[in-house]
């Protein structure tokens, strides 16, 4: 699967905008990686494991009847791990380190997603669908025929009153 450049450069440019970043994985919710900037992790398992909880901390939503979810956030002793819904087949899951500015990674994280979700919009549409001929062509099936459409129309509709 190619990924397209502009996702890479989001990615990059969250890294620029925060430098507690260690690590960010764009995965789809089946927990398959789309992208990623996460040399000190292993991206496959971090997908998995997102998709994973982002599934469960949708469960919870529904069973408090918040409404649909968007991000979730894991603390540990030294550091965060943010995930981000992106679309309604992807999310971004960040790795920050304990001294990172919570809510900066919100701020940033929420714009990324929003651009990577216009990003993934343009990919996703679909090609234009090639024209049906009407009139039968070469290398176009003929129409099928039913047993009553050979039958005159006179005995189509005697067939029908009697």
Known sequence: MTVDPAVLEELD???SRLPELSGSVLATTDGLVVAHDAHEH???GLAALAAAHLALARRFAHAVSHGGLRESVVECDRGYITTYTAGPNTLLTLVTSGDANLAMVHLEARRCVRRLVRILTVEAKPKARPEIPTQPGPGVPLARRTPM??????????????
């Open 13 to 15: 440019r969250l890294r």
């Open 42 to 44: 292993e991206p496959d």
């Open 149 to 162: 459409a050979t039958l005159p129309h006179n005995a189509r509709r005697r067939q029908a009153t009697g």
